[in-house]
């Protein structure tokens, strides 16, 4: 069973594989994963209950999964007329499965994070008017307002100050922060402690992980030098192990002092708790899925090792635009190389171009394109 095991995983791999993107070519010709897509929809009847999910209204349909997007314009509506076929994409690079065989009759309206995402489809023969730079849904109440982006700001700036406690990040993008954050002056208060959250992940495929990072972070975390925030999920045995951990390494007593478990048996619950808990987080310590896209609300990533090719490219991105870094060290110390990059301002400076290259608005974009057809591109980082 173990050499069946790896030999699927390889075979699962190798069809999600996302082909190198120089030297630019043609690559509308379906690959196998699209082949073996189509037998699923039309052989295997994936998504053979969408029609009747859909037949009482006309709704536009927002998917965040390419197989019900794709479904959708391969089997026959019950209901006529035309529906809006949104597809939301959360990774900064794909593969061609996420384009149907025949690329340019798609009315799939492609909804992207990143510029590598556009050129990506555009090589897969996606329409360009078919294909919106919106940006990744952050939520809004990390944000504040469209115009305004007051949450963030004010957030961002109490973030810089814990991430430099040098005055180095300072030294070089005073300016820049009192442009972009409308400061007169950078306030001179240092807070000695900061934060640091570490996303176990839903299916807690980063347990272990968490267990070397308490027993390297313990001596700070009893002396209120670091907070740490365990993100646990939804899964109750995530929850169960990582306590299991915190008491082992004789750190129960900091439980709701300096150690805060985001958990709950209910997704929107957890996802309310995990979007309050990040307001006050500095560091952001995680494999780059999705969350990868967070930077943009000014918070450097620490990249735990990546899972499948879409991570991969993931860790490219936030390495390309500076937002993400990759562990100088072993996690068991990283006591040691979390406060040589905090005294640097390397996470400080990490946190800035976050801020400043990833996408913060396309939770609105999104909003205003689906209610009313309203699309716009633009320069600014506070208006992208």
């Not at 009315?107 to 023969?125: A, D, F, H, S, W």
Request: net charge positive; charged share 25%.
């Amino acid at each position: 069973m173990p050499v069946f095991g790896r030999l699927a995983l390889k075979i699962i791999m190798a069809i999600q594989r996302i082909p190198s993107f120089y030297p630019k070519k043609d690559l509308s010709r379906p690959n196998l994963a699209v082949r073996f897509l189509k037998i699923l929809i039309k052989r295997a009847r994936l998504c053979r209950t969408l029609p009747d999910y859909l037949a009482s209204d006309r709704l536009p349909v927002i998917n965040t999964f390419y197989a019900t997007a794709i479904a959708l314009e391969s089997l026959p509506e019950k209901s006529p007329g035309d529906r809006n076929n949104f597809l939301i994409i959360c990774d900064a690079d794909i593969n061609r499965v996420w384009v149907p065989e025949r690329p340019a009759a798609s009315r799939i309206k492609y909804l992207v994070p990143c510029t590598q995402v556009r050129n990506r489809l555009l090589t897969y023969g996606v329409k360009p008017e078919n294909i919106f730079m919106t940006g990744f849904p952050l939520p809004v109440e990390n944000l504040g307002t469209e115009t305004g982006l007051e949450v963030l700001k004010i957030d961002l700036l109490a973030r810089l100050l814990r991430l430099d406690p040098s005055g180095k990040f300072f030294a070089y993008h005073s300016q820049s922060v009192c442009r972009w954050l409308e400061l007169k002056q950078i306030p001179d208060c240092r807070d000695k402690h900061y934060t640091v959250m570490f996303a176990i992940g839903g299916a807690g495929a980063q347990t272990e992980l968490a267990r070397r990072i308490l027993k390297s972070l313990g001596p700070l975390i009893r002396t209120g030098r670091v907070r740490l925030l365990l993100s646990c999920g939804v899964q109750r045995r995530v929850l169960e192990k990582t306590l299991k951990f915190i008491n082992q390494h004789g750190l129960w007593d900091e439980l709701d002092r300096n150690i805060h478990l985001i958990f709950s048996d209910n997704v929107f619950e957890y996802f309310e708790l995990f979007n309050r808990w990040l307001r006050q987080t500095d560091v952001l310590w995680t494999k780059p899925s999705e969350l990868s896209f967070y930077c943009a609300l000014g918070l450097p990533i620490i990249m735990a090792d990546p899972i499948g090719p879409q991570e991969e490219l993931n860790k490219r991105w936030l390495m390309e635009i500076h937002a993400g870094l990759v562990p100088p060290g072993p996690p068991e110390y990283c006591q040691e190389w979390l406060s040589d990059l905090r005294e640097n301002g390397r996470l400080a400076e990490a946190a800035w171009d976050g801020f400043l290259k990833a996408r913060k608005l396309g939770t609105y974009k999104i909003k205003r394109l689906i209610e009313n057809g309203e699309y716009s591109e633009e320069i600014s980082p506070l208006k992208q």
